[in-house]
């Protein structure tokens, strides 16, 4: 009853999915098929044989070897589940994997032939992190550093990876060789046998592996009705499979119940209750014929041959006449990223001019009303399509009363009154801590007053941005001197020599540096290894003068914490306690530029936590800050909390009580913002607004992954006039 047509129904078949569901579910809401689309477009497991064809020439890097992976006929064959697959992308990131087999297959990209950051040295570093468990951080087996923590069941998963890179590290053996039309079939056929097992409770799925079998298999056939089986090169075999998959299946039904989403090619004027035509949009529609260099009517041209954009004028008339009920024909009439008006395909645009000539349209008026004519939003989630009691006025615009969706999605999300009123938190969830009942982790309230938005995502709403993280490792491998990405190692290090007595940090990277694939190979490793170490020297030049570090070697002394305040328990470790003597030393290093609420917080929450559970021990801290440039780290003078026990268990049940009830600061403390406002000024609202969101820069809203913004949006916490 319902037919769609595209010119391009390519374009539209990775949407349709993600919109109506997957086709062929008779019992879905809106039950549907394809017609006229190439075979790899039909299923994804299809889609992903085919960028499977180039791996072999392909550098073969993490996230392609991870996509394949995550396939689930993939998933099936290898014994993966979602925790196993998570657990494998994890390790392989904590292993610095970036790409290639192994040295010799990187030599073969013009890189140097090493090992580094390739599947052979990650798996070799998983392998050994699961042999030998967690040991000491400097512990290298052999020259292999193990990677952290490789365990628990989901250790099975390495089994899984190493059989995916034996079976890619066949197919690019026989990828450098030449075999026999017969023996690439043969070939062929044993590698979807040993990467994919079919559901065969899902048809589609098993639909797919047999129409690639099929394909496969007409390697030999063909080579059986010529006569003849020449050896042919990868490449040749690789561009005869592409062809396959990307032609239309001779078999491939039209009318199978439901919509019919299909192209616009001859033998589809069959009458419909409802046609709808997508994609007519000028430069798409009518289409240029392309010229596969066979084809001798374009190259010499003659009066009276056949044209495909005269065709496909008489497919726009077929389709026309086709429609019985209702007839829709749609384009793309605004830029997306313009905004700009863009103009329809020719057919189209002459239908429309003939409409204008209808008497009862003014056509001098382009704002009278064409009953034939829809001008639709430019994002299905518009608010004036879920307007209750839509009218042709509205309150702020004009919307046309055949506004409507069926998205109850996209209706969920819409709000009643001004949308300028919205917030993500629009009101307290109550205390949400997974604590109530239970001792307070000090991690996890240090972590609340560090990057309250992170922790009241995560906590509160169950809602992770992660992947959206820019520090999120790519499979690119350190090639620069470029010590940005390399961030904490300064900090590592100086700690490396503080404990091993050291006044000055190694010339030589350690071993254990050199073998976690975070440092580029040769000269330009040298370099960035050169400007992380100046910058650890300035660091330990500063907590040299410490009384704790002064003396030699440094003396770590954890302390567990096991304190009761009323009601309230804490428990936790004190791992930055170092003793003096007979003294205490309670020691932070921030390498930020500034220092706000971010660091002081979680240092006075330990600060405290020290002093009421050691009121006879003499204690002292102190917040190492590094100064920049040339200047060497200094005590930060903000940093100078009360010694009295009985003010810092006032101020530690102060903060306890926000912690215990979220909602109480929740999208309105933001550790940079806040200390700006909190700073003694005439003008406390206008700093507060410099360090949230400047006129030039980024502020605390912009800090990745987006926790910031998604709590405090355009910053309405900063209005005098809101309670927060």
Excluded at 216 to 230: E, K, N, T
Excluded at 282 to 303: A, E, H, I, K, V
Excluded at 550 to 567: S, Y
Excluded at 631 to 643: E, I, K, Q, T
Aim: hydrophobic share 40%.
């Amino acid at each position: 009853e319902i037919v769609v047509m595209a010119p391009n129904m390519a374009a539209y078949a990775p949407l349709l999915p993600a919109v109506i569901g997957e086709p062929g579910r008779s019992g879905s809401t809106l039950p549907y098929h394809l017609a006229d689309v190439a075979l790899r477009r039909t299923h994804p497991l299809l889609t992903a044989f085919a960028k499977l064809l180039d791996l072999p020439m392909e550098r073969i890097s993490r996230t392609q070897v991870l996509t394949l992976l995550g396939l689930p006929a993939v998933m099936r064959r290898f014994g993966l589940d979602e925790s196993r697959f998570a657990a494998l992308e994890r390790w392989l990131a904590r292993s610095h994997v970036a790409w290639g087999l192994d040295g010799p297959m990187k030599a073969d990209f013009a890189a140097a032939e090493i090992d580094a950051n390739s599947f052979a040295f990650g798996f070799d570093r998983m392998a050994a992190g699961l042999l030998v468990g967690r040991e000491d951080r400097d512990w290298l087996l052999g020259d292999i550093l193990p990677a952290d923590p490789v365990n628990g069941p989901d250790a099975q998963a390495l089994g899984a990876l190493w059989a995916m890179l034996e079976l890619l590290r066949e197919w690019r053996a026989y990828s450098r060789q030449r075999l026999a039309l017969s023996g690439w079939s043969e070939r062929l056929q044993g590698w979807i046998e040993g990467l994919f097992q079919a559901d065969y409770a899902d048809e589609e799925e098993s639909e797919s592996i047999t129409a690639l079998v099929r394909v496969v298999a007409g390697l030999a056939s063909h080579a059986q009705q010529a006569g003849m089986d020449p050896l042919v090169e990868w490449e040749v075999v690789r561009e005869a499979l592409l062809q396959a998959l990307e032609g239309v299946p001779e078999r491939q039904a039209f009318l199978a119940g439901g919509i019919t989403f299909c192209g616009m090619v001859p033998q589809r004027a069959i009458p419909f209750r409802v046609v709808a035509l997508l994609g007519l949009n000028d430069g798409d529609f009518p289409r240029t014929g392309s010229d596969s260099g066979l084809d001798l009517m374009q190259q010499y041209p003659r009066l009276g041959d056949r044209g495909s954009r005269m065709d496909d004028r008489y497919l726009f008339l077929e389709a026309l006449m086709s429609a019985r009920d209702a007839l829709h024909l749609s384009y793309v009439g605004e830029g997306v990223q313009d905004g700009k008006p863009r103009n329809p395909a020719l057919p189209l645009a002459e239908l429309l001019r003939f409409l204008e000539t209808e008497p009862s349209v003014d056509t001098d008026d382009d704002e009278a009303d064409r009953p034939w004519l829809v001008k639709h939003a430019m994002q299905p989630f518009d608010a004036r399509y879920f307007r209750a009691g839509r009218t042709l006025k509205c309150a702020d615009s004009e919307v046309d009363p055949r506004w409507f969706s069926y998205s109850s999605e996209f209706a969920s999300v819409q709000r009643t009154g001004s949308d300028k009123d919205w917030r993500f938190l629009s009101a307290p969830l109550g205390s949400s801590t997974d604590e109530t009942d239970r001792a307070i982790d000090l991690r996890s309230l240090c972590h609340f007053y560090a990057k309250p938005a992170e922790w009241y995502c995560h906590h509160a709403l169950g809602l992770s941005r992660q992947a959206l993280a820019t520090e999120i490792q790519d499979d690119l491998e350190p090639i620069t001197a470029d010590a940005g990405p390399l961030y904490d190692l300064p900090l590592t290090l100086m700690w490396d020599a503080l404990n091993h007595g050291r006044t000055t940090v190694s010339e030589v990277p350690p071993a254990r540096l050199l073998r976690s694939g975070r440092l580029a190979a040769g000269d330009l490793g040298t370099l960035a290894y050169a400007n992380i170490r100046d910058q650890a020297n300035l660091l330990l030049r500063g907590a040299l003068c410490l009384p704790p570090f002064a003396k030699g070697t440094a003396q770590p002394c954890p302390i567990a914490i096991d304190l009761r305040l009323g009601e309230e328990r804490i428990v936790g470790v004190l791992k930055d306690v170092y003793q003096a003597g007979d003294e205490l030393w309670l020691v932070h290093v921030a390498t930020a530029k500034n220092i706000d609420f971010g660091k002081l917080l979680p240092l006075y929450l330990q600060w405290a936590l020290l002093r009421l559970t050691r009121k006879n021990v003499r204690c002292h801290h102190a917040l190492l800050h590094a100064q920049g440039g040339d200047r060497p780290a200094a005590v930060h003078p903000l940093a100078r909390f009360p010694d009295d026990p009985e003010q810092l268990r006032d101020g530690l049940q102060a903060l306890l009580a926000h912690y215990r009830q979220p909602d109480s600061i929740a999208g309105a403390y933001f550790p940079r913002t806040s200390f700006a406002y909190a700073q003694p000024t005439d003008y406390p609202s206008q700093a507060a607004w410099a360090a949230w969101a400047p006129d030039f820069g980024s502020g605390e809203q912009d800090y990745s992954p987006g926790y910031n913004a998604l709590l405090g949006g355009d910053g309405d916490f900063l209005d005098q006039s809101n309670p927060a």
